[in-house]
């Protein structure tokens, strides 16, 4: 798909290039086939290979350059270890049905939201570990126990506020 972007912006360049230097659409038909016998064909020549090389070179490396951050404005964003991948999984199984929580897909309203809390890694250990018990609801405590539950700390704390 790029490349017939790419081929549309050459001719494009082209019939604007033949229309300034001929003053016309129909002058500048007339004017390349007379640059056959003409010594302007060579400045035409030079000019339509900066042309191509400009337009199929520079447009290509700025498509390039694009998708590469299209890419990484993509899932790709963060890198997650292991072990956050594996915090990931567990948030889906539980956290995810009270928080909201973009990078894991959750939308709970019954908890804070943790892309907008942004807690800290230690804080998150603790509320799996302890729970809360204030405000507008209520998180038990030891929803997660050990590695577990600080995969998930690890996870939610790389992650939340990032999208
Ligand atoms: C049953 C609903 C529920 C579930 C499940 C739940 N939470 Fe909560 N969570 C809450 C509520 C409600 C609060 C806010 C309590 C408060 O205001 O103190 C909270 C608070 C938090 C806080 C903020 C703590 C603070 O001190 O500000 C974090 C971080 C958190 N939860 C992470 C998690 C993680 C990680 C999981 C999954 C292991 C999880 N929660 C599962 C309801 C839940």
Known sequence: MAVGFIAIWIVVGITIFLIALGGGPRRARAQLLA??????????????AALYLGLGIAI???????????????????KLTAA?????????????????????????????????????????????????????????????QGKDAADVASFVAAVAGRQ
């Not at 290509?60 to 963060?78: E, F, K, T």
């Open 35 to 48: 640059l056959r016998s003409r010594p302007a064909r060579r400045v035409f020549v030079i000019v339509l």
């Open 84 to 144: 956050q991948e594996h915090g990931r999984e567990l948030f889906g199984r539980i956290c995810q049905q009270c928080h909201t929580l973009a990078e894991a897909n959750a939308v709970g309203q019954v908890g804070p939201n943790l892309d907008k809390l942004k807690p800290p890694r230690a804080l998150v250990l603790d509320a799996i570990l302890h729970g809360r018990d204030r405000g507008n609801g209520r998180m038990p405590a030891g929803l997660y």
């Open 60 to 78: 290509p490396a700025v498509v390039i350059a694009d998708n590469h951050n299209s890419d990484r404005a993509g899932q790709a964003r963060i």
